[in-house]
């Protein structure tokens, strides 16, 4: 069983650079994958970035690719996400999730199995 909570979500103005974390809690051991997703109402979660702690690779959603970097720290078990250059059609719930790592960096919701509750960022413009 894995719990995650993010923080950080807040109001910025385009242009800002911005950091959310995700903390997680574990029963037992394991390797995961770890990602972000976001979510603006009435359209499907869409991909962000994911990280696998064990094989040290990540990948990026083509809109926030050379914006944002993923980064963890597997001692503390928390998830990053650094943003910079902040376009208002950042705007979204941001969501943390994870799944057992079995080698391939997932992209697609469908396949994680747990989830944050989410935090929500604003971009003005």
């Known amino acids: 069983q894995v719990q995650l909570e993010e923080s950080g979500g807040r109001l910025v103005q385009a242009g800002a650079s911005l950091s959310l974390s995700c903390a997680a809690s574990r029963r037992g051991y394991g390797n995961y994958l770890m990602a972000w997703f976001r979510q603006v109402p009435g359209a499907t979660r869409e991909f962000v970035a994911a990280?696998?702690?064990?094989?040290?690779?990540?990948t990026y959603g083509a809109s926030v690719e050379g914006r944002f970097t993923i980064s963890g720290d597997s001692a503390k078990d928390t998830l990053y996400l650094h943003m910079n250059n902040l376009k208002p059609e950042d705007t979204a719930v941001y969501y943390c999730?994870?799944?057992?790592?079995?080698?391939?960096?997932?992209?697609?919701?469908?396949?994680?199995?747990?989830w944050g509750p989410g935090t929500q960022v604003t971009v003005s413009s």
């Open positions: 990280l696998s702690y064990s094989s040290g690779t990540s």
């Open positions: 999730a994870s799944k057992p790592w079995r080698g391939r960096l997932n992209r697609n919701a469908r396949d994680y199995d747990y």
